[in-house]
């Protein structure tokens, strides 16, 4: 271990302990430190490394058209120590890959722990790390420890960490009826870098807005876990539930109200309320439900927001969701190597850096590990293209999402699962019979040749130059 080159990995999670992995693989010295047993979390139960601690399930490990499972296949190509570990102890789940909890920890944390150039220290890192750590990777994840999470705040600001999320709906654009629905700023009001046509607007009636009110009040909803009912509610950002709760005009008031708007497709008669949906993406292909973040199960909610006209046959990337968590506003705060731009020394991984999910987390620690790494050996880091599941989720973080909302002085960047709507769009193949492809047949060829396409090229990537270090 002596030797100015290694690397501290804080945070044994499944982003760090495959940061450390991906370290370790190429050859530099790794210092992992992870804080259980001697200072336990609310929701982890024992000390080992990479443990699950909610869902057993790495969700779909369908390559060809999945985002999830193209993401597994392109960690598998990597290298990764977390999926080597989740194939050797998955659980039959159908087409999803669960695994057993106990022996895919154990799993983990015996490779790193018998690796010669990995060390495991016990203990918590309870400020920023000292100067003389001269390359750290910080993965610390949702349950970041109160004190840590502090000196990271005081190093960004306050405003750029978030300590909860509050997470409204995305919807595939393409999924949105638009014969329904229209595209109109309130007042026609461009604002910085708009247009005066920067919002999907859906039209309610009288009888669709009460409906819906009664659906979203009689819906049911998930409760927070134990070590998470202390997370706060603000006025700004209230679950629309709540909200409804409240009264029964008070969206109408709010986040639904109707006014600066005018309905092209029925200009005789105003609508009785309106649901806006703002792009999330520089693509276009994914747009935020605006002000419906929610605690509505899952279920309730793709049932619910369905009886929004112009939503009825709506895909969602991701719904709603008020929980605990620890996140930078990275499109701000990182680089696209994942280095802290007020501090270069430091790159984060993992959920810290707004992404959503055991397999996506790890995926950014593995990214992490590789960037380190070629750093330390002196290579070009070359970040994977956008059309991987690596490119895609790590442009989401570092760029791809908008910035925030400069009229409001909002903030919009909300952690992300992998989705195809994170991907540059593709064409879908023709059929070979030169019949024309329709509806969800289409959608599931386009799907295929995404994943092909970034198969494709996250084989080019990984034998590229800036990659030499980990063969």
Known sequence: MATVDHVHVIGGGLAGSEAAWQLALAGIPVILHEMRPECMTQAHKTEGLAELVCSNSFRSDDAQSNAVGLLHEEMRRAGSLIMAAGDAHKLPAGGALAVDRDNFSAHVTNKLASHRLVEIVRGEIAALPPGDWRRVIIATGPLTSPALGQAIGALTGEQELAFFDAIAPIVHRDSIDMDV??????YDKAGP????ADYINCPLDKAQYEAFIDALIDGEKTEFKDWEKDTPYFEGCLPIEVMAERGRETLRHGPMKPVGLTNPHN??????????????NALGTLWNMVGFQTKLKYGVQAETFRMIPGLEKAQ???????????????????????RLKAEPRLRFAGQMTGVE?????????????????????GQAIVPPPVTTAFGALLNHITGGHLSDDTASGS?????????????????APKPEDGKRLRGKEKGRARKRAMSARALADIDQWLAGPAQAAAE
């Open 193 to 196: 870098g708009g247009t005066g």
């Open 357 to 377: 999910g055991y397999v996506e987390s790890a995926a950014i620690g593995l990214l992490t590990g590789r960037f380190a790494a070629a750093e330390i050996l």
């Open 411 to 427: 903030r919009s960047f909300q952690p992300m699962n992998v989705n195809f709507g994170l991907f540059p769009p593709i064409e």
């Open 267 to 280: 200009r005789e008669t105003k609508p009785w309320a309106i649901v806006q949906l703002r792009q999330d």
């Open 181 to 186: 629905c229209w595209f109109q700023s309130r």
């Open 316 to 338: 969602f990337a991701r719904l709603g969701g008020v929980h605990r968590n620890t996140f930078l506003n990275s499109p701000k705060m990182l680089d696209q190597t994942l």
